[in-house]
């Protein structure tokens, strides 16, 4: 089933490979620019460049944007629907700052790539079980890190989700025949 790539306009068939198959030929040439970003996510790009200004991304170096970059905006779009800006950043760093005691810090990509292959899995298994089976190599690993990731993805599945359901409630109510 053809559906839009969580946080982008891209229209594919999502499976547990999508994040890679589709976001690494994009940066073969080096990075986007700002127009490339705001066709991928559908933002306009003075929202890109205000979350650059209020330190809710890092700034692009020689006007490029890297993958981590793209998946931290594509990850704050997921999340901009349910949580504020500084909420959605509490979440996003949580699984890079102050992890002590067997911790690692995950990137914006890996994290948009587990968050892909987590809300593929928990379409066939219950939610804890799909995130498990997703990040079992890093929760082996990286018994802190794994907790925390486990977290924020119930939290990312759950927004995402939360926001397609609501925007089919919208549909069903531009249905509804007012006198």
Not at 2 to 8: A, D, M, R, S, V
Not at 30 to 56: A, P
């Amino acid at each position: 089933m053809i559906e839009l790539l969580p946080g982008t306009k891209i229209e594919t068939v999502i499976d547990g490979n999508t994040a890679d198959r589709i976001l690494a030929p994009m940066f073969l040439s080096g990075g986007l620019v700002l127009s490339q970003v705001s066709q991928i996510t559908g933002l306009e790009g003075h929202t890109v460049q205000n979350w650059i200004k209020r330190k809710h991304l890092s700034p692009p170096e020689n006007k490029r944007y890297t993958r981590d970059q793209l998946c931290r905006i594509m990850n704050i779009n997921i999340l901009k629907e349910s949580f504020t800006l500084d909420q959605i950043d509490v979440i996003l760093n949580y699984t890079k700052n102050g992890i002590k005691g067997g911790g690692c810090p995950v990137s914006d990509s890996d994290l948009y790539s587990y968050f892909i292959g987590a809300l593929v899995s928990s379409r066939v298994k219950k939610l804890d079980k799909a995130i498990d089976s997703v990040i079992m190599d890093i929760k082996t690993k990286y018994v802190i890190t794994g907790q925390r990731l486990s977290e924020v993805l119930g939290i990312m599945v759950t927004a995402h989700e939360a926001s397609q359901i609501n925007r089919q409630a919208v549909v069903l109510f531009e249905r509804l025949d007012f006198i």
